[in-house]
């Protein structure tokens, strides 16, 4: 996280001038309904946890994205600036593209020509049919020739 970044949240969570209103009003209590054990509590913020698998399944993903480098703010953005340019150029140039493989949970290299980007889908597009998510995109380099 970049300093501008990290002072733009800084600003926005720490600052509760806007909540002083309703910061000393009194907690609601039901007149109706008793109130809920604290035990109970818990399982109402754990609604996944009935599901068969579930947790499984979220410790295979966690261990196969273990291994990806999430960009930083700034690096993203000079990302997208140079997917933007790429996407200017007739013909569409050909590129090597490194990206994390959310499947086999590592890095991997691609060279093809590109044939469009999907912003709606976050997908580069190739000319064989072949995508790539473009938050899992590391580098991109235009291939001369």
């Known amino acids: 996280m970049d300093k501008k970044q990290w002072e733009a949240e800084k600003k ?3 600052d509760t001038s806007r909540y002083n209103d309703i910061m000393d009003v009194p ?3 039901s007149k109706a309904h008793l109130p809920m054990p604290q035990i109970d509590r818990a399982g109402q913020f754990a609604p996944f946890a009935a599901l068969t698998g579930y947790k499984e399944l979220l410790d295979q993903t966690a261990k196969r994205y ?3 480098d999430y960009l930083s703010h700034s690096q993203l953005l000079t990302l997208t600036k140079q997917i933007k340019k ?3 150029i007739w013909p569409w140039p050909l590129v090597t593209v490194t990206y994390f493989n959310g499947q086999n949970g590592y890095y991997e290299q ?3 020509q590109l044939v469009n980007v999907d912003w709606q889908r976050q997908r580069l597009r190739f000319r064989d049919g072949s995508s790539v998510v473009i938050r899992n995109l590391k580098r991109i380099a235009v291939e001369n020739g």
Request: a positive charge.
């Open 110 to 112: 691609y060279t093809g």
């Open 12 to 14: 926005q969570f720490n």
């Open 86 to 88: 790429l996407s200017k």
């Open 66 to 68: 273990r291994n990806k």
């Open 27 to 29: 907690r609601h209590v």
